[in-house]
């Protein structure tokens, strides 16, 4: 079976990873717009070819996946539209919106189901591919009851993800990841930016955010490119939830007028209430973060001993940071991990191995 990925990013080459390891029988090739993403792809034997061109390589393949952002997959189905493709071929897509390039697909002449991988990582690019990226995640297929068969195909190709398979309809998908994640990384931005204001007035808020306010705002860095896309694709779903959100805003803005302590208090119990009942530590619509906090003291070499007490165990980073919250001490160390099994390892290995305080949020 010949695969094409177009676009080779992170989910792109992850997925490249997965379907080469539990079908190593399959050919898989990578197009990608940068010359530098398809040789790095090809060298380190993430695809195993790169196509003459995209069109070369559309026409003889039997599944092409389009790892790129909505806008760009709509440009790559009016592309493929115009192709001589083979009658059997099945498109798929990994976007985070799906009514708009459902919308899109419905008009073509070829096979599409469309797919959302919910996973990420701190990096991007080619480089950053790993074939542990989906295990336990959410993988969401839209539209496809009706096509059992094509569906079943997709399940087996990306049997080597280890994603638990989700299928539900366009629509649902976007308003349940667009109040699950997409108005997060909004309200996340605004906090932010409005901090920034903060800080112009007084210096010190900067510092003072380095601890939670930063952990509860950090996928306000996630890139702007790729949210813009996903709010303009998913517009309609994010205009009504930003007005409910408002709604919600100018409610508390009424209570703390009246000081209506009783409503208040209901506000933060029932959040409270909610959050608790959430499920812990699972990948869902914002991909988790696996981060271990350990106390350190002020000493030379503090920073190589953890972590060669980390290489030692054989356990990989994929960043490190210094907390510097309190100013008696350097700070707290924070490290970050690609998954809960090397957190849970690397807070046993440096427990055992000495006597620094380390804990998970």
């Known amino acids: 079976m010949q695969i094409l990925i177009v676009g080779l990013g992170l989910i792109g080459s992850s997925l490249a990873l997965c379907i080469k390891k539990e079908h190593p029988q399959y050919t898989v090739s990578g197009w990608d717009i940068q010359q530098k993403s398809r040789e790095i792809a090809e060298k380190q034997a993430i695809i195993d070819q790169v196509p003459t061109d995209f069109a070369s390589g559309a026409e003889q393949a039997d599944v092409i996946i389009l790892a790129v952002p909505v806008k760009t997959a709509a440009a790559y189905l009016d592309e493929l539209e115009n192709l001589s493709l083979k009658e059997t071929v099945l498109v798929t897509d990994v976007g985070s919106t799906k009514q708009e390039i459902m919308a899109c697909a419905q008009t073509k002449k070829f096979r599409f189901i469309g797919g959302h991988p919910m996973a990420g990582s701190h990096k991007s690019g080619v480089q950053a591919a790993d074939s542990e990226l989906f295990v336990n995640a959410y993988y969401i ?32 998908h976007d308003e349940v990841t667009g109040m699950l994640s997409h108005l997060p990384h909004i309200i996340a931005s605004g906090l932010v930016n409005q901090a920034d204001d903060l800080s112009k007035t007084h210096p010190r808020a900067k510092q003072l955010a380095a601890g939670g306010f930063r952990d509860i705002t950090r996928i306000a860095s996630s890139d702007p490119t790729m949210w813009t896309d996903i709010l303009l694709s998913n517009k309609a779903v ?11 805003m100018d409610q508390m803005v009424t209570w703390l007028e009246a000081e209506d302590q009783t409503a208040i208090f209901d506000f933060f119990e029932r959040a409270k209430d909610t959050r608790d009942l959430l499920p812990d530590r699972k990948q869902g619509a914002i991909p988790a973060f696996y981060d271990l906090f350990v106390d350190v003291p002020d000493v030379p070499g503090v920073i190589a001993e953890v972590t060669g007490i980390l290489g030692s165990a054989g356990l990989s980073l994929i960043n490190l940071k210094i907390q510097e919250t309190r100013e008696d001490i350097i700070g707290i160390l924070q490290i970050s991990f690609k998954n809960q099994s090397d957190l849970l390892a690397a807070k046993e290995c440096i427990e055992n191995k000495t006597d620094f305080y380390c804990w998970i949020k």
Do not use: I
Not at 154 to 161: H, M, P, S, V
């Open 141 to 172: 297929f839209t539209d496809a009851e009706e096509n059992q068969q094509e569906l079943d195909l997709l399940k087996d190709l990306f049997r080597g993800t280890r994603a638990k398979y989700v299928v539900m309809t366009a629509a649902e």
């Open 238 to 248: 994010l205009l009504n939830s930003l007005q409910q959100w408002q709604k919600a």
